[in-house]
């Protein structure tokens, strides 16, 4: 099987994690409403502490930090991530120490179990379940965390036949077609919402007021056009070249920076954004993806 550009450039992440939710089950039995109890349900905060909490935080920012080099439109599963081959030597290290960090966490968690249960019988009160509450090491057991890489391939002709390799074949060549497409889609549209989300806090308001401008709003941005070139494995030379065009206006500008000259470069963002427009456009009669 012959790779596509994007086979070839890209593998997939696949990253997995196990905890429990802190969340359980509450009893109405010692509620008092004056609503039918049936249609109610009640509940509770089981576990309270804060390395349960770095342990949930260390997965929220990993799949953030991972989102930024990974290529939009995966199509594959959720929690896998197509990430550019250029981009592995940097990921490996994040990767590696955000297991070390779960672990830790995990670890430091089993390690105050006892304590935890103690706070959960004080807060809970009458909710407090002991049998809830299982022992520290069984509560450590069900924390984990693991990734790998992954290459889609299929089986071959020796292995299913001629016939049925020829219809998998025909099926993955159009998956990683679409992929391809819904990739160079998705990266324009997804420097078209961030262009207009700074270039509409950045304008004054036809009523007259005055948008907030965020921090989110300028980092992500740049974000974006920092990792353009490492996500750009299918060579979009069209849209490298707004990438650079809005380099150039936000390139070296602090939040100052972007205050002092809101008018400035709300309407260079604008011409920006009006060559995504078209780009857009251009995409969406090419793939046709209704057909």
């Not at 989300?197 to 007021?209: I, N, P, T």
Request: glycine fraction near 4%; charge should be negative.
């Amino acid at each position: 099987m012959t790779k596509t550009r994007l086979q070839a450039s890209t593998v997939i992440l696949d990253v997995t994690s196990h905890s429990c939710s802190n969340v359980r089950k509450g009893s109405l039995s010692e509620v008092v409403v004056d609503a039918d109890k049936r249609s109610l349900r009640l509940s509770k905060e089981w576990i309270r502490s804060d390395n349960y909490t770095r342990a949930r935080l260390v997965i929220i920012n990993l799949r953030k930090v991972l989102e930024t080099y990974a290529l939009p439109s995966c199509p594959f599963r959720s929690g896998t991530y197509m990430i550019p081959i250029r981009c592995l030597e940097e990921i490996t290290p994040l990767l590696e120490k955000a297991q070390t960090d779960y672990e830790e966490a995990a670890d430091a968690l089993e390690e105050e179990w006892e304590d935890v249960i103690v706070d959960a019988s004080l807060r809970l009160r009458s909710q407090f379940v002991p049998e809830n509450y299982p022992s520290a090491a069984a509560i450590r057991a069900k924390y984990s965390m693991s990734w790998r890489l992954l290459e889609f391939t299929i089986p071959d002709s020796s292995t299913i036949g001629e016939e049925l390799y020829k219809q998998e074949l025909a099926k993955a060549q159009n998956v990683w077609a679409e992929a391809e497409q819904e990739v160079t889609l998705a990266l324009r549209e997804g420097l078209h919402s961030l262009v207009n989300r700074l270039a509409g806090q950045l304008e004054v308001k036809k009523d007259g007021s005055k948008g907030k401008i965020t921090t989110a709003a300028v980092r992500d941005i740049n974000e974006f056009l920092d990792m353009f070139a490492n996500r750009n494995v299918l060579d979009d030379d069209e849209l490298k070249t707004l990438v650079e065009k809005a380099k150039g206006i936000m390139d070296g500008k602090s939040m100052d920076d972007v205050k002092k000259n809101k008018l400035t470069l709300a309407a260079k963002l604008k011409e920006v954004s009006a060559g995504l427009d078209t780009l857009i456009t251009t995409s969406k009669r090419k793939f046709d993806f209704s057909e």
